[in-house]
């Protein structure tokens, strides 16, 4: 139905939304009014299928699967909704009528001399997390699954990145200054939410949780569109308030204007930052109650939703079979006791029967095998704020000690208290009674009087010459049993008192100088149906090493499902130009929802003709991406130089700093030579750099500084000119990568074998027919299958070596690649600006998990993956 619309009814409804829903003055039609009217044009045919969708969905009473995250990282979201309602052409030809071009409404525009995005990207997420769950909505609506997301309306989200010379500085986001059109409010969809309180039980013998502080999420919808179906399914955001009721009118006029406030305030920080620093007490109560709004909210409004497609016919023993709640790693760990919570004391079913179907309803997807992010919070602060879900934690901990003692028995109580430890969801926290008595340590038994006095008499008989009479030693015997004899009578009754007080083993009481925590983790094993890893490698980490003892418990729990990307937003739409290449050689555009088919272009890697449009694409974007770094950074690079690019989150695991270290050993070397053999042994690169540090991570931040100045320094060097460059890329979002990936040819995925659960940007390179050089981690196992070994650089140590190479460090034995100690004392001696790095060079002395020392170029690889980095250098044929 909608394509049969026509170009000019499409300008003359976004003619109508400029005029008739203003937001903007009426003095003239700037391309930020144009884009904020086109937005509400697309969004009047989305809810058009939105509503069919949720229609049908109601009316069939489906199975639905509920995606609860605490990051969407969604992007701009115009692009995107024009090429799945596949009226792309259609809306530039109407917006031509009206004297707009349709990138530039998508993009930006210079008002007073300053760029400004038309549609800033959704600021919901950071890194991988958020992304992975803006993909599976966008090809769970493809694929016509009924789905929806949940998530919170972030105010400022995490930061936006500004690089000063300082390095990296943090302010907050400002997405939803100009409005964000692609949202409906639903102010009657709105759930209560406490904190705080008390537990009484009630006459009923329900438990009932009163009091405290009581907050409102409200609802706010994000339609999702699927590509070439009118399926659109949700994202549900929550933001946080209270009732008006709830200002303090009296305060207010007294003066107290902060007091009057006060409640306003405390509900709606709790969505105004992702991930909110949590050093303080403050912060980790805040984070804590953002992840329970999320998970309370949401399943209020799952349950409501299944009671009202049940109707007058409600039972729970099917809700399993109607709803699906995926758990995208820790964050939403209280939805198990909070699912609990409703059923039980809200709807008054058993323990029992809440449990099975709690247990068959959630499910946990496990993102990393880093102990810190597994997370674990106190349990002394979860049980201020949630009291009613520490009760029931704990049941399920003591029924979880319950099923562990059953498994492994009590004979071998080594093995039954190693399991315990590894397995408990509270951590150092009183095992019950009944258990506890398992781990007696009986005390060391004195020696048993008469084996005493046999002892003292032979070792004082020994003692006398030999060749003394008989009639003497028996004589000397005498005197000494004597003795003995008078000393044990007094030593009996102590021995035998001392004898009868065992010890308990320690393990099974609170240690005071210890925390008590609540392990999120375990408590999404043992409370969901399904665990499961998000690549190959990682899985089996996670079967073998970071849940080992639940896996060997519930082995049929644990299963793989390797990430993935969506097509459209990360080739079709981001590269036209390479898209519009595929399906004129293919022969359709059938690759777009069949990836399958993009392996037909093997048959004509060959030809000349597609090899030289593919090299025209690729300069193309090239060109796109000089011009985002002169906005961006005010540097000039040449589209000729290879782009090796490393875009991700800033952490040492991902070993950004092993990058930029490589870099200035080849800078380094660059400087010794003639200008004649720069030229003769290295091709000419631009290295490029994106992502964020943590606020508070400042390790992390101290990279970007580094990185930031060894581009001041390269970038402005005559004698090395345009053969290599430096550039860190700030605010690094989903609209950035867009463009970077499309025309990159290198791209580092290079992280610590064995901790990158899976990437994903892996997969958006790769399919851009990037070339990528990376460890045999996460996804990058697979893709180097799918690609081929002679298409993947293989970098540095695997993961079943690096256990070795920590040991071999801590043991003393591992020297430092020499290149390595050449690489600091050239940074020592100032050549990058006076900043001090001795914080940042002294962590390569103290690194273990993440140790750069051990695999810093390739130091402890083969000399195959060197000659390999060597050859890929002067690969310059590489664009084909």
């Not at 003066?255 to 050093?279: F, M, Q, R, S, T």
């Not at 959630?362 to 674990?376: F, G, I, Q, R, W």
């Not at 704020?385 to 000690?401: A, K, M, S, W």
């Not at 000349?608 to 300069?619: G, I, T, V, Y």
Request: glycine share 6%; with cysteine.
């Amino acid at each position: 139905m909608l394509n049969s619309i026509d170009s000019s009814a499409i300008a003359s409804n976004i003619k109508h939304h400029a005029e008739f829903k203003p937001l903007f003055s009426p003095e003239h039609f700037s391309p930020l009014k144009a884009y904020h009217a086109t937005a509400k044009s697309v969004l009047d045919a989305l809810l058009i299928n939105w509503n069919a969708t949720y229609d049908y969905y109601n009316k069939a009473n489906v199975k639905q699967a509920y995606y609860l995250s605490m990051e969407f990282l969604q992007g701009r979201a115009l692009t995107n909704a024009i090429g799945n309602l596949e009226l792309t052409g259609k809306y530039a030809e109407a917006l031509k009528q009206l004297g707009q071009n349709l990138e530039d409404v998508a993009s930006q525009i210079c008002i007073c001399y300053i760029k400004m995005n038309q549609e800033p990207d959704a600021a919901l997420g950071n890194g991988g997390l958020g992304r992975l769950a803006s993909c599976f909505l966008d090809s769970l609506a493809t694929l016509n699954y009924p789905a929806w997301g949940y998530g919170l309306r972030y105010k400022y989200c995490l930061f936006k990145q500004i690089i000063t010379k300082d390095g990296q500085e943090e302010v907050a986001e400002d997405w939803l200054e100009m409005g964000y059109p692609w949202e409906i409010v639903r102010n009657d969809v709105s759930y209560p939410v406490k904190f705080y309180g008390k537990v009484v039980e009630g006459t009923d013998g329900r438990k009932h949780w009163i009091g405290g502080e009581n907050i409102k999420a409200v609802a706010h919808d994000v339609p999702i569109p699927g590509y070439k179906t009118r399926v659109t399914n949700n994202l549900r955001l929550w933001s946080t308030t209270v009732p008006s009721k709830d200002f303090d009118l009296g305060a207010f006029n007294a003066g107290d204007h902060v007091k009057a406030n006060e409640a306003h305030l405390n509900a709606e920080k709790i969505c105004h930052i992702l991930y909110p620093g949590d050093e303080s007490q403050e912060g980790k109560i805040l984070r804590l109650k953002q992840q329970y709004t999320l998970c309370s909210a949401s399943l209020q409004d799952i349950v409501a939703r299944f009671e009202s497609r049940a109707g007058d016919s409600v039972k729970w023993e099917d809700f399993p079979s109607k709803v699906a709640v995926q758990m995208n790693d820790t964050h939403p760990t209280l939805c198990i006791p909070e699912l609990m919570r409703i059923l039980i004391d809200v709807k008054g079913l058993s323990w029992d029967e809440a449990w099975s179907i709690t247990e068959r309803t959630v499910a946990y997807t496990n993102h990393t095998v880093l102990p810190e992010a597994l997370e674990k919070w106190s349990l002394d602060i979860m049980q201020k704020l949630l009291p009613r879900h520490v009760e029931i934690i704990e049941t399920i901990d003591e029924e979880l000690i319950n099923t562990i003692v059953s498994k492994y028995g009590t004979e071998d109580t080594s093995l039954l208290k190693k399991k315990l430890q590894e397995m408990r969801i509270l951590d150092n926290v009183d095992l019950p009674a009944s258990v506890a008595k398992l781990f007696i340590i009986p005390k060391e038994k004195k020696e048993p009087p008469s084996k005493l006095k046999q002892k003292l008499l032979v070792k004082s008989l020994d003692t006398i010459d030999e060749e003394e009479t008989e009639l003497k030693e028996e004589a000397e015997a005498t005197v000494l049993s004597e003795m003995i004899e008078e000393k044990v009578e007094s030593d009996d009754i102590e021995g035998e008192e001392e004898d009868s007080e065992d010890e308990l083993d320690p393990f099974v009481k609170w240690n005071p100088k210890l925390p008590r925590v609540v392990r999120m983790a375990n408590l999404c094993v043992v409370g969901g149906h399904s665990v499961n890893g998000v690549a190959e490698i990682h899985s089996e980490i996670v079967k073998q090493e970071v849940f080992n003892s639940f896996y060997e418990m519930w082995p049929t729990k644990f299963q793989n499902k390797t990430n993935g990307v969506t097509p459209r937003r990360w080739i079709l739409f981001c590269n036209p130009e390479l898209s519009s290449i595929i399906s004129k050689w293919i022969g359709s555009d059938d690759w777009v929802l069949n990836t399958g088919k993009l392996a037909e272009l093997k048959k004509f890697a060959d030809n000349k003709d597609l090899q030289s449009e593919w090299r025209a694409a690729k300069r193309a974007n090239k060109m796109k991406v000089v011009s985002l770094i002169r906005e961006k950074t005010g540097y000039i690079v040449s589209p000729d130089a290879m782009f090796d690019v490393q875009v991700k989150r800033i952490h040492e695991y991902k070993r950004q700093l092993l990058n930029i270290l490589g870099i200035v050993y080849r800078y380094k070397k660059m400087k010794e030579m003639s200008s004649k053999e720069r030229t003769t042994n290295f091709v000419p690169r631009v290295c490029i750099f994106g992502g964020k540090a943590f606020a508070t991570y400042i390790q992390a931040k101290r990279i970007v500084k580094f990185i930031t100045d060894v581009a001041a320094t390269v970038n402005h060097d005559p004698d090395i000119g345009d053969l290599l460059k430096v550039v860190f890329v700030p605010d690094y979002n989903v609209s950035v990568a867009e463009t970077l990936i499309p025309a990159s040819e290198l791209s580092q995925h290079i992280s610590t074998a064995g901790m990158e659960a899976s990437g994903t940007s892996n997969m958006k390179f790769a399919m851009n027919g990037c070339i990528l050089i990376g460890t045999l981690d996460g996804a990058n196992v697979e893709i180097r299958e799918e690609v081929g070994e002679e298409n993947f650089f293989l970098f540095g140590a695997e993961a079943h070596e690096i256990a070795g190479l920590r040991k071999e460090r801590a043991e003393g034995k591992f020297m430092p690649d020499p290149r390595f100690e050449e690489v600091k004392e050239f940074v020592r001696s100032g050549v990058f600006g006076t900043y001090n790095y001795d914080e940042l060079m002294g962590s390569w002395k103290g690194m273990k998990v993440m140790d750069v020392q051990i695999i810093f170029l390739l130091a402890r690889t083969s000399p195959v993956t060197l000659n390999a980095r060597k050859k890929l250098m002067k690969r310059t044929e590489i664009r084909k």
